[in-house]
């Protein structure tokens, strides 16, 4: 295992101290239990939470800011983060509006998330991310894993929250946009978590895992390693299988690294992507392309399709500033 190490149980804190100090002016790191919050805190405002294991970031710490998330509680190296941590990061921010959870779907996430909502006593509620068109039930949870269409939901929810909205609209919102959103990936490499100091998976060099977890759970196949537009052509076909779009209809198209994909080959996607996406009828409004839910050092990628409405459009536009997203 080659890795920027100094000791594999303090490598979360590290990690979190340097970006804490590096972004000293949106961050503020809390320690046991650990939790991470927005230096400013308007009020009053709903408080938006998620979290999860450490290892995709910038996914959540890095979507903490204006127009986003109030708070993210980070696990352990793919590993859940435990129910104190998110009843601490709630009390934190809380800000008399109540508080609403945006959790992936995986079987840890969601059963200590729903932990910290019996026991707290202000006013909260949860969305539950399920984009993940790959597999209907996987190692790691039950149904449809939360990918990479979690920052998509934590943006438009975050910016109605920033603009006012309620508990209940941003609850609707949330739950909204995830139903309109479809991701699935694919990948050309392991990835080796720290702890472990071995890959995740064995995978041979002219092969690929498609259908990957964002954990490098197996995917729908494996086989032969193909060009760029025959995997596009695949994955569009089960997104667009899923949500049915109607010619005509904007989308916004997520191009998402897993951290071992340089951007030359995210952004040749997006240009195979987009061209499809257009011979099928649809528009795409809006797009983001880069490494935001990575799974560590994972050679590989995948796509998001959300289906757009001027509401969403807008909520998108709304400035954000957080570490890894602004405008």
Known sequence: MKKFVNDVEQLLQESLQGMAAAHSDLLTLHLDPTFVTR????????????????????????????????????????????????????????????????????????????????????PCATVLVNDDVAVERSTHGTGRRGVAGTLIVEKLVGAAAEAGASLDQCKMLGDRVNSRTASMGVAFTSCTVPAAGRATFDIAEDEMEFGVGIHGEPGRRRGPVRPAQELVNELMAAILGDLQPQPGTEVLLHVNGFGGTPLIELYLLYHCANQLLEGEGLKVARSLVGNYTTALEMAGASLTVTLLDEEMKSLWDAPVHTAALRW
């Open 39 to 122: 230096k400013q805190l308007p009020q009053p405002k709903v408080a938006l939470i998620s979290g999860g294991g450490s290892g995709h970031e910038p996914l959540h710490c890095g979507l903490i800011g204006t127009g986003m998330l109030d708070a993210a509680c980070p696990g352990q190296v793919f590993t859940s983060p435990t129910p104190d941590q998110m009843m601490a990061a709630a009390a934190a921010v809380d800000r008399g509006k109540g508080v609403l959870f945006i959790v992936k779907n995986y079987a840890g996430d969601v059963m200590n998330f729903q932990m910290a909502v019996e026991m707290m006593q202000q």
